[in-house]
């Protein structure tokens, strides 16, 4: 298999995360957890979906197993929570956009410019996660395993960010109304274009819109790369996701069987961050080779276009406390990326932009 093919079907696999419902020889189970999605599915069930779900139906002596729709056969993300909370699905994986929709304070961690690299985002992802499990909690859902680191994401264009003059003139996409997004790219003076994901392919064709950011995983899985030409190697937010289930539902499941279900979800939570850190890092290599030109900056040499990222950035995160998150929530989060790195020190920081 082609290292593309290869990353194609990780990144499907990973923003699956573990909701599979792949044919079993072990008889009807007591309770299927219906999950949905809108993300497409892969070219095969791989491996480790295969065995999570043996392995939960396995510790639960059949009473559970999962099974997935996906590539949105139960409509975009709003019709998927609408079906939950009619009871017609159990839950869905979703990444930090949608999960702010149930709670908005999760989008905390979504924040642009202020971690430096992925052993940052699962320092901080991993203290505030007790904080975020009791918000969705009161909310009426439960996380299954832990959140998922799903990576950094750059700024893809038709033409090279090399100037603040070219940049303004981007029309960049951004999902939905994503009031963060919206905010950041308007601090800028860039015009975000609130848009479904499925509808990036065509709107660059279109040339409806001219720019998108999303993670270089993302990039390969969804062809942008064969849309767009440039990239620029400043990393801009990293994206939350995670899998929820409605706690009505949970609740059908009895207490031994959530227990096992929990401790094999963490697990595997465990492994596909691994596993999607690396297929970042590996699609970053493979978007070179397939024509994607980097366009590098320098916050030593290029000065000014750095302080004018960081203010955008500064800006946007200040536009959103009493939208998303309060000034506390926010003020924790910024504390433990100084915390990490008291204990780290030394580290390359890229993204140290916590303070102007």
């Not at 609130?194 to 993670?215: F, G, K, Y």
């Amino acid at each position: 298999m082609s290292l593309k093919k290869t990353l194609t079907a990780a990144f499907l696999t990973a923003i699956l995360a573990f909701t599979s419902g792949s044919a079993s020889a072990e008889g009807t189970p007591k309770f299927i957890l219906k999950m949905a999605t809108v993300a497409p599915k892969g070219h095969a069930i791989t491996r480790r979906m295969e065995d999570l779900n043996h392995d939960v139906r396995e510790a639960t002596n059949n009473e559970v197993m999962f099974k997935i729709y996906w590539g949105g056969v139960q409509g975009d993300d709003n019709n998927i929570f609408r079906k939950i909370r009619l009871g017609q699905l159990h839950g869905g994986f979703f990444s930090g956009y949608s999960l702010g929709h149930i709670v908005p304070e999760v989008r905390v961690t979504e924040m642009p410019y202020i971690f430096a690299n992925d052993d940052e985002v699962r320092y901080v992802r991993d203290k505030m996660e007790a904080t975020m499990f009791e918000y969705f909690d009161k909310r009426g859902y439960v996380i299954l395993g832990s959140f998922i680191d799903i990576g950094f994401t750059y700024l893809f264009s038709k033409e090279p960010a090399t100037s603040l003059a070219t940049m303004k003139k981007f029309r960049c996409w951004v999902p939905g109304e994503d009031s963060l997004a919206q905010s950041f790219f308007k601090g800028m003076g860039i015009q975000p274009v609130p848009l479904s994901v499925n509808d990036v392919m065509t709107s660059v064709s279109t040339n409806l819109i001219d720019s998108a950011a999303m993670t270089p995983f993302g990039a390969i899985a969804f062809r942008w790369y064969t849309k767009f030409k440039y990239m620029s190697d400043y990393p801009l937010v990293n994206i939350v996701g995670a899998n929820i289930v409605s706690k009505k539902a949970w609740e059908q499941i009895t207490p031994q069987s959530q227990d096992k279900i929990l401790k094999i979800a963490n697990k595997y939570c465990d492994r596909q961050k691994d596993d999607l850190t690396e297929a970042n890092h590996e699609s970053m290599k493979l978007l070179q080779k397939e024509g994607i030109k980097i366009v590098h900056m320098d916050p030593k040499k290029d000065p000014e276009k750095f302080k004018f990222l960081v203010d955008a950035g500064f800006k946007a995160r200040e536009d959103q406390i009493g939208v998303l998150y309060s000034r506390e929530l926010m003020n924790k989060t910024l504390a433990l990326v100084e915390e990490y790195r008291k204990k780290n020190p030394g580290g390359k920081s890229k993204t140290s932009a916590n303070k102007r």
